[in-house]
């Protein structure tokens, strides 16, 4: 059902019950009945009312229904009602109300499944990698379910910010420093001289070399850095080795279709005294203790559900990994954005309940939700059978331009983000290259260029589609195909308020298959004028709809395949 002939039924419905039992104030939910034989829409309405108004559950069902049918409103609306089981309320809609998302996607186009704007605003902070090394999997795996979930908000009505958090200090960056030291002096990965703690990619060679040659490399964000080449100077090479990864992640970010709003240094929180300034505030404010030479902090206490206080300073001196991360949620928080979304791997879950922790001790108002996180889980990568572990680019693992060069980035982006994010999945390569109805991104996009060939062959002029009036789409697979794309706002709303991308991909999945089974049951380009310009509307409708759904996970909708 579309979301306003939603509304208007719960209000029959709720009307329907007042009649019944005036005090009632029941939260009427609408499903989808299982098995299309049931109907097209149900609720449980008297079966939750039935018990605290001591009746029987059936006749309160059939009570509501009368009243429900008796409404001059839902004659256009409900064609017939049956009671199943203890008192379910099945509710099969008219073949108007279903024909009716024909005429709301035509008036939206584009904007079908999107709301007005709220005036909310939201920070989405994902990928955030270390410039120690190229982009991995799991960061491709962050930066799809990041970008559709920004994408989902704003389709929401949200205003939304991407935001990149690049850790540029510690001991990772020194590590990649003196690799690089090590690289440009002649030390070999495998030589028991290099650093035990190297970084051993390829990589590591083309910035020691670049940097021996003193070349120049920017970031998006950043002022050029010059490569002095000596080699002797660490911090001129951990420098030139940060811009340099900065600028190589970069155009990973770039090769996936993907552009961020700002980006955070770690190192900012430090040399602006943010890091500093919180510590003090959480020991003003009394949630820290001095012992065996290191400061702790109070996360037990502090109600986000820490089983043990937390190490903020260490005995030998230098702050914990969670301190930094807790000086810059409260810049998010200070900076306006009162809704926060982290998009991190599933090994960040230790350092949840302490963020938040830090964040109550600053008594500024926080709440203790704040930021919210959707953690997700490893990716394996097959090919052939076999697992997929190596990149020669990175040395250790397959990287996200190495996905992007095996398949697209259509396949990557939709591959990960089928599954729910904590859910460890597999991303098969030969099923992602396939040309198959197993292969989901084929199967979908392959029905939007099916579509746009049966359109632009049909010999119709797309003002003749537009106009052409829908009474005659009444077979079981137009009314299955139409009860879909009406669902698409919905959808919409259920994966922003759950983090949950999947949900449009597996919609996608659902549409095009019932848009298949469409158009291999009934003939688009019969004789008869006003049923063939009828179903090529329908048509029509599909090819926006399905549009829409994947611009919401950043996939293209070709026109032809």
């Keep these: 059902m579309l979301p306003e002939q939603q509304h208007q039924l719960i209000s029959l419905l709720q009307e329907a019950v007042a009649g019944l039992l005036p005090d009632a104030a029941p939260t009427i939910l609408l499903e989808r009945p299982k098995a299309a034989a049931h109907g ?50 099945n509710l099969r809609l008219t073949a108007q109300a279903r024909q009716a998302v024909i005429a709301a996607v035509a008036a939206q186009g584009e904007a079908f499944g999107r709301a007005a704007k709220t005036g909310e605003k939201v920070l989405v902070e994902f990928v955030s990698a270390n410039p120690t090394g190229p982009l991995h999997v799991g960061h491709a795996r962050q930066a799809a379910l990041g970008d559709a979930i920004c994408r989902l908000f704003d389709a929401s009505g949200w205003d939304v910010t991407r935001e990149f958090y690049y850790n540029d200090s510690g001991n990772q960056i ?48 950043g002022e050029p850095v010059q490569a002095s080449g000596d080699l002797d100077n660490l911090d001129d090479i951990r420098a030139f080795a940060v811009a340099y990864l900065r600028r190589e992640q970069d155009l990973d970010l770039q090769a996936f279709g993907l552009k961020f ?151 990557v982006r939709y591959f990960l983000i089928q599954r729910r994010a904590d859910t460890e999945f597999v991303f098969d390569i030969d099923l992602a290259l396939s040309k198959s109805d197993e292969n989901p991104v084929y199967y979908i996009q392959y029905a939007h260029a099916r579509i746009c060939t049966m359109i632009n062959g049909s010999g119709e002029q797309d003002d003749a589609i537009a106009a052409a009036p829908v009474d005659a789409l009444v077979a079981p697979t137009e009314f299955a195909l139409m009860q879909r794309l009406s669902e698409f706002p919905a959808i919409v709303r259920l994966a922003a308020q759950e983090l949950a991308p999947h949900h449009i ?16 049951a009934e003939r688009v380009l019969v004789d008869d004028a006003a049923l063939k310009l009828a179903r090529l509307r329908l048509a029509a409708t599909t090819r926006q709809v399905l549009a829409n759904g994947l611009t919401l996970l950043g996939l293209s909708a070709p026109q032809r395949m």
Excluded at 183 to 195: L, N, Y
Excluded at 505 to 520: E, G, P, Q, V
């Design 40 to 89: 097209d829409v149900a609720t449980n309405v008297a079966m939750q009312l039935a018990k605290p108004a001591k009746r029987n559950p059936r006749e309160l069902a059939q009570g509501i229904v009368e009243a429900l049918l008796a409404h001059p409103q839902a004659r256009g609306l409900i064609d017939s009602a049956e009671i199943a089981g203890p008192g379910f309320i």
């Design 174 to 221: 020194h590590n990649l420093a003196v690799s690089v030291q090590a690289r440009a002096r002649g030390v070999q990965p495998d030589a028991p001289q290099w650093p035990a703690d190297g970084y051993k990619g390829d990589y590591i060679l083309d910035i020691a070399r670049d940097f021996a040659a003193r070349a120049s490399v920017q970031a998006a964000d």
């Design 261 to 411: 709003d700002n980006f955070f240094l770690e190192s900012s929180l430090y040399t602006s005294g943010r890091v500093e300034r919180a510590v003090q505030t959480l020991i003003a404010n009394g949630h820290t203790y001095e012992d065996g030479g290191a400061l702790w902090l109070r996360t037990t206490e502090l109600g986000t559900g820490d089983d043990k206080d937390r190490v903020m300073r260490k005995s030998e001196g230098g702050y914990t990994y969670f301190v930094p991360d807790v000086a810059y949620h409260q810049a998010k928080w200070e900076r306006g954005f009162h809704h926060a979304i982290n998009i991190q791997g599933s090994d960040h879950h230790g350092t949840v309940a302490r963020v938040r922790a830090g964040l109550q001790g600053l008594d500024e108002g926080i709440p203790k939700d704040f930021p919210a996180y959707v953690l997700h889980k490893m990716v394996k990568v097959m090919r052939g059978g076999e697992e997929v572990k190596i990149s020669k680019r990175a040395g250790s693992y397959v990287t996200m331009r190495d996905l992007i060069d095996w398949v697209g980035r259509d396949a």
């Design 505 to 520: 991909a597996f919609w996608l999945r659902d549409c095009a298959s019932d848009f298949h089974a469409w158009y291999n």
